[in-house]
């Protein structure tokens, strides 16, 4: 197809919000139909939490959502779904992981957008080689993305990075995207999700995060107070935990881990830790 440019109109579709205004900011104000997000992270840094809230949010605005996961079954989800607080009847669950059969369902279901946990678990027939491969990872990636574009729907793909970075699989499919966020776990166990590359917004940003029971939550530094950073033993940190300080802290800030910590298994006799902390403001 060819067209004479000054013909094409510019007519550019409202963005979608995530929900979550503060990460719509962070996005260039909101999401772009059509277009399609790597997120990179490290295990265990709360991808399929994030992913499975703005599925929620997705949903309850009335746009249809098919999560489709290759690494938990169905129950795990829900589980993790429950404590999210993410129930819209608007979320589907798949398990399909051929890419071909995943088509037909995103033929018959057609849902708006596409969450996939995780690229590295796709694999297509038309390639022999294994699922997580540099080969099948790109290949199913191109066909998605080609996919989702001619039809206009949203598409996340969830990818597994290691601490130094992107892992040479990921590597390959940075060009690809529109979109690539790298979700990271701080020292005191904040996130902070990057915008690596944005074709729709500024790069660079940062918005920071902490995990609650209930999900990521924004960690907006104006709320909280200076670091204090202080040595203490089992017994003071019995008398903090006694007073409900770490626990109710945890909600705020960035005490989640501190918490874990001390439920986990009680310090030595005498032992001593630093612990560093920041004070809501009050
Ligand atoms: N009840 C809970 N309260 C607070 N935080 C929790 C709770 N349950 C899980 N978490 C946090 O959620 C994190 C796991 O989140 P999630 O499964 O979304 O991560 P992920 O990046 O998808 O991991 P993976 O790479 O294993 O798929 C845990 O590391 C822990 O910090
Ligand atoms: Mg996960």
Redesign the pocket.
């Known amino acids: 197809m060819i067209k004479q440019l000054n013909k094409i109109s510019a007519f550019m579709p409202p963005r979608v919000s995530t929900g979550i205004a503060s990460l719509d900011d962070f996005l260039g104000g909101g999401i772009v139909e059509g277009s399609a997000f790597l997120f990179a992270?490290v295990?265990?840094?709360?991808?399929?939490?994030?992913l499975m809230q703005l599925s929620e949010n997705f949903a309850e605005q009335g746009r249809k959502v098919l999560y489709v996961s290759g690494?938990e079954n169905f129950n795990q989800i829900k589980a993790?779904a429950n404590?999210l607080s993410a129930n819209a009847p608007d979320i589907y669950l798949s398990d399909e992981i051929k890419l071909e059969e995943l088509f037909a369902s995103i033929d018959s279901e057609n849902p708006k957008v596409i969450v996939i946990d995780s690229i590295q678990m796709l694999t297509s027939n038309t390639l022999k080689s294994m699922a997580g491969s540099v080969s099948q990872t790109r290949y199913c990636l191109l066909e998605l993305i080609a996919k989702i574009k001619k039809e206009n729907r949203i598409l996340f793909v969830i990818g597994?990075a290691t601490k130094s970075g992107l892992i040479a699989g990921l590597l390959t499919l940075q060009h690809m995207v529109d979109v690539l966020l790298y979700l990271i776990v701080n020292e005191d166990g904040t996130r902070t999700l990057l915008s690596k590359k944005n074709r729709f917004g500024e790069t660079g940003k940062e918005w920071q995060a902490y995990?609650?029971?209930s999900g990521l939550k924004e960690n907006p530094e104006s709320e909280l107070g200076e670091v204090i950073t202080k040595e203490v033993n089992q017994e003071q940190l019995d008398i903090l935990c006694s007073k409900g300080f770490f626990f109710s802290s945890a909600v705020k800030g960035n005490l989640?881990l501190i918490y874990e910590k001390i439920i986990g298994g009680r310090l030595p006799q005498d032992a001593k830790i630093t612990i560093s902390y920041k004070f809501p403001k009050l």
């Open positions: 992270g295990p265990g840094s709360g991808k399929s939490s994030l690494e993790r404590r597994h995990m609650t029971p989640g």
